[in-house]
């Protein structure tokens, strides 16, 4: 769905994190896919968020370089970085890494509570040196976690679950969207698929379409206006200009 007051040039960083939270999930898992779950999921997801969150700090808009392409990237390079980093982990520090954290998971649900070094040392049958000595090395390879770069004065860690009043809004724009794109041309309602939906970058929709990247950004940009004077007309109550041919249809989602 396109965000509302959707500009190319929206640069602030904690407002592209935000709203690309959902693209570091897709890609985390997508890589949780490819080896087989060999790597914890939950590591991935640190460690793409930790990508976007970089990305979204050295992004400069530039014309027809989207920040979802950009930050795709940058994800990926660090979840190939960390994929390599534990592909230097002995095969015993990894089966090690395994067995810790079975036995932590093991002792919290039986204490209902984080068991201590003595309890999960006795547990895994070894002295509460050899566990540290364990850990030591584990960590020596681990991705610095999120609370390095925690804070309460970051809007991107507070709680933005919606109330019932935005989710009631949320509801009346995306309907106000769906007619909207109806009412598209289908050239520029075939752009916005590709890019919104599809998730292809300008010079793939640009290969799509046979035409220049600048002439993509050309279609975007008249589509969103319109797509915007459409909603404004629908909440001003305002005699809608006459509908255009029908455009493609989009993904349910939007």
């Not at 959707?6 to 985390?28: D, F, T, W």
């Not at 640190?46 to 990508?51: K, N, W």
């Not at 610095?144 to 019932?164: C, E, I, K, N």
Request: net charge neutral; hydrophobic share 45%; glycine share 4%.
């Amino acid at each position: 769905m396109l965000p509302r007051g959707y500009s190319e040039q929206a640069c602030n960083p904690e407002k592209l994190v935000s709203a690309h939270m959902g693209l570091a999930r897709r890609i985390a898992w997508h890589i949780h896919g490819r080896v087989n779950g060999r790597v914890e999921i939950d590591d991935l997801l640190q460690v793409a968020y930790l990508g976007l969150l970089d990305a979204a700090q050295r992004y400069v808009a530039q014309p027809g370089t989207p920040f979802s392409a950009y930050a795709g990237i940058r994800i990926r390079g660090a979840l190939m970085d960390h994929l390599r980093s534990q592909s230097n982990l002995a095969r015993a520090t990894l089966k090690m890494t395994a067995r810790i954290r079975q036995a932590e998971q093991s002792l919290a649900h039986a204490l209902m509570r984080q068991p201590n070094d003595e309890e999960l040392a006795r547990a895994l049958d070894m002295p509460v040196a050899e566990l540290s000595r364990w850990r030591r090395e584990i960590d020596s390879v681990q991705t610095r976690s999120l609370d390095d770069v925690y804070s309460d004065h970051l809007s991107m860690f507070r709680d933005t679950t919606p109330g019932a009043e935005e989710l009631m809004m949320q509801d009346t724009l995306r309907l106000q969207l769906r007619d909207a794109i109806a009412r598209l041309p289908e050239r520029e309602a075939l752009v916005l698929q590709l890019y919104f939906v599809e998730e292809l970058n300008v010079y793939e929709v640009a290969e799509v379409l046979g035409v220049t990247t600048g002439r993509v950004s050309q279609i975007k940009k008249a589509a969103i206006e319109r797509l915007r004077r459409f909603i404004a007309e629908a909440e001003t109550g305002a005699p809608p200009a006459p509908v255009l041919p029908a455009s493609l249809p989009l993904s349910p989602s939007v």
